[in-house]
Structures are given as C-alpha cells and as structure tokens.
C-alpha cells in the first residue's frame, strides 16, 4: 500500500509564495518519477512539474510555472516539494501529488487559493 501525503496548501495574495511538500509511504523501491498536478472544477488535471530519474533528476514544467515553481525533492525520504514564486490568481486550484512506479499513485490534493 503506498501512500502520498501532501502538505503547505493555503490562501495567499498574488506575489506571494507558497511550498508543497509531498511525502511517500509504504512500500516503495523508488521515488524517481513524481511530480505536481492541479486542478480547477470544470477542466482537466493538468501537469504542472514533474522530476524523474536518477538524481539531480530532470525537471519539466507547464510553460505557465516556468520560472515562476521549482520542483525538487529528497530522495532518501522519498519526498517532493514545489516551491511557487510570484504567485497569480490563474495559479488558484487543487494541487495533488503523483508517483508513477509501476502505477499512478495520487494524493488527497491540497488547495491553494491566490487572491488578487
């Protein structure tokens, strides 16, 4: 059973920063493929930054986060983070996490809500 524990959602004005954290547990061989997804009610979930393979990993991120989110993570406690800079009200949704090892596993999602 693996479990993905979120943390660091919360309401901020735009400029602001926020960090998720996002903790895996149970029986995992590697962590090596996880990342950032949200979601707004009525649209798709969308990616937002992911980091896979060995470390440093290699990162990706949706053009909208470029430079604004940095995604990282520690390994040896199998956990990802995703610092959000200069934060937009466009940026306001659910944020889950996701490990793919052998299957897509999802957090709860946090909410972040960026006032104008």
């Known amino acids: 059973q693996v479990q993905l524990v979120e943390s660091g959602g919360g309401l901020v004005q735009a400029g602001g920063s926020l960090r998720l954290s996002c903790a895996a547990f149970?029986?995992?061989?590697?962590?090596?493929?996880m990342g950032w997804y949200r979601q707004v009610p009525g649209k798709s979930r969308e990616l937002v930054a992911r980091?896979?393979?060995?470390?440093?990993?290699?990162?990706d991120y949706a053009d909208s986060v470029k430079g604004r989110f940095t995604i990282s993570r520690d390994g040896a406690k199998n956990t990802v983070f995703l610092q959000m800079n200069s934060l937009k009200p466009d940026d306001t949704a659910v944020y889950y996490c996701?490990?793919?090892?052998?299957?897509?596993?999802w957090g709860p999602g946090t909410q972040v809500t960026v006032s104008s």
């Open positions: 149970g029986n995992i061989m590697s962590s090596e493929d």
């Open positions: 980091i896979t393979g060995p470390d440093p990993g290699r990162t």
């Open positions: 996701n490990l793919n090892w052998f299957r897509d596993y």
